[in-house]
C-alpha cells in the first residue's frame, strides 16, 4: 500500500521561507518520480515541481528561483524548500508520485499516488 505523508505546513509572512516534505512507504521509491501540487480556493490544482529518480527536475514558472526540490532517497522523502514566499503562493500543498518518467511532468492527471496535503498560508 503506498503512503504519502505531508509535513511542515503553516502560516508566514511575505518574503518568509518555508520547507515542506513528504514522506512515502514506496518500498521500490528509487524508481519513482515526485512532484509537488497546490490547490487554492476555486481555484484547478497546478504543478509546483517535480523530480524523477535521476534527480531532474521540473519547475512551474512561478515558482523558479524561489523553490527548491529535493529528494532523499534513504529517508524516502521529499523536501521542498520555499523562499521569499508570497501571498499568491497560499495553497493546500499536495505530495504525488507515479512510475519513473525521465521528464517529471507537471500536470496532475500524470499521477497515480497522492497524499492528504498541508496548508501552507502567507500573510502580506
Known amino acids: 500500500q503506498v503512503e504519502l505523508v505531508e509535513s511542515g505546513g503553516g502560516s508566514v509572512q511575505a518574503g518568509g521561507s518555508l520547507t515542506i516534505s513528504c514522506r512515502t512507504t514506496?518500498?521500490?521509491?528509487?524508481?519513482?518520480?515526485m512532484a509537488w501540487f497546490r490547490q487554492a480556493p476555486g481555484k484547478e490544482r497546478e504543478g509546483v515541481a517535480a523530480?524523477?529518480?535521476?534527480?531532474?527536475?521540473a519547475y512551474d514558472d512561478s515558482v523558479k528561483g524561489r523553490f527548491t526540490l529535493s529528494r532523499d532517497d534513504g529517508k524516502t522523502t521529499m523536501y521542498l524548500q520555499m523562499n521569499n514566499l508570497k501571498p499568491e503562493d497560499s495553497a493546500m500543498y499536495y505530495c504525488?508520485?507515479?512510475?519513473?518518467?525521465?521528464?517529471?511532468?507537471?500536470?496532475?492527471?500524470?499521477?497515480?499516488?497522492w497524499g492528504q496535503g498541508t496548508q501552507v498560508t502567507v500573510s502580506s
Open positions: 504525488a508520485a507515479r512510475n519513473w518518467l525521465t521528464e517529471p511532468p507537471l500536470h496532475p492527471d500524470d499521477y497515480n499516488y
Open positions: 514506496i518500498v521500490t521509491w528509487r524508481l519513482y518520480t
Open positions: 523530480i524523477a529518480p535521476d534527480y531532474t527536475t
